[in-house]
């Protein structure tokens, strides 16, 4: 391979790689969706008390479940409701529809999540799922 070609190859590739770092604006627009996200998770929880994370979660406990960015709760009751970390790229914060399949009826830790678009029905991200945490209703 010649110089050129060389120093071309680089230039493309270096070029490829700076079009998906985000711009000033749109890190500036991610850094304010995820404080607000996290401002509504703290919101969410407000009034319940942490417990000791399990591994798994029966799928038929949960009525709904809420998405506050990265972070997905389950409510299983009005005392009780479960906390999942992502690992991020579920696109959770638009109008997507979460796919889960779990062919033991529980949703577990590294149970990995689709996002789907609910119009096109194309696929937009997918992420795993971490620990559920219980949170419970602190009694007044």
Same mark, same amino acid.
């Given at each position: 391979?010649?110089?050129?070609?060389?120093?071309?190859?680089?230039?493309?590739?270096?070029?490829?790689?700076?079009?998906?770092?985000?711009?000033?604006?749109?890190?500036?627009?991610?850094?304010?969706?995820?404080?607000?996200?996290?401002?509504?998770?703290?919101?969410?929880?407000? #009034?319940? %008390?942490?417990?000791?994370? *399990? $591994?798994?979660?029966? !799928?038929?406990?949960?009525?709904? +479940?809420?998405?506050? #960015?990265? %972070?997905?709760?389950?409510? *299983? $009751?009005?005392?009780? !409701?479960?906390?999942?970390?992502? +690992?991020?790229?579920?696109?959770?914060?638009?109008?997507?529809?979460?796919?889960?399949?779990?062919?033991?009826?529980?949703?577990?830790?590294?149970?990995?999540?689709?996002?789907?678009?609910?119009?096109?029905?194309?696929?937009?991200?997918?992420?795993?799922?971490?620990?559920?945490?219980?949170?419970?209703?602190?009694?007044?």
């Amino acid at each position: 391979m010649s110089r050129i070609t060389t120093l071309v190859a680089l230039s493309i590739a270096g070029t490829a790689l700076s079009g998906c770092a985000a711009t000033p604006r749109e890190q500036a627009a991610m850094a304010e969706r995820n404080a607000r996200d996290a401002v509504r998770l703290d919101q969410r929880l407000a #009034g319940f %008390t942490p417990g000791k994370p *399990v $591994s798994c979660l029966p !799928v038929s406990t949960s009525r709904r +479940s809420e998405y506050f #960015g990265d %972070t997905i709760v389950y409510e *299983v $009751s009005g005392s009780l !409701v479960y906390r999942t970390d992502t +690992s991020g790229g579920c696109t959770l914060n638009r109008d997507d529809i979460l796919v889960t399949q779990t062919p033991i009826g529980s949703l577990c830790r590294g149970d990995i999540a689709r996002t789907i678009d609910r119009g096109s029905r194309f696929q937009t991200g997918s992420c795993t799922l971490g620990d559920f945490v219980p949170y419970r209703k602190d009694r007044s």
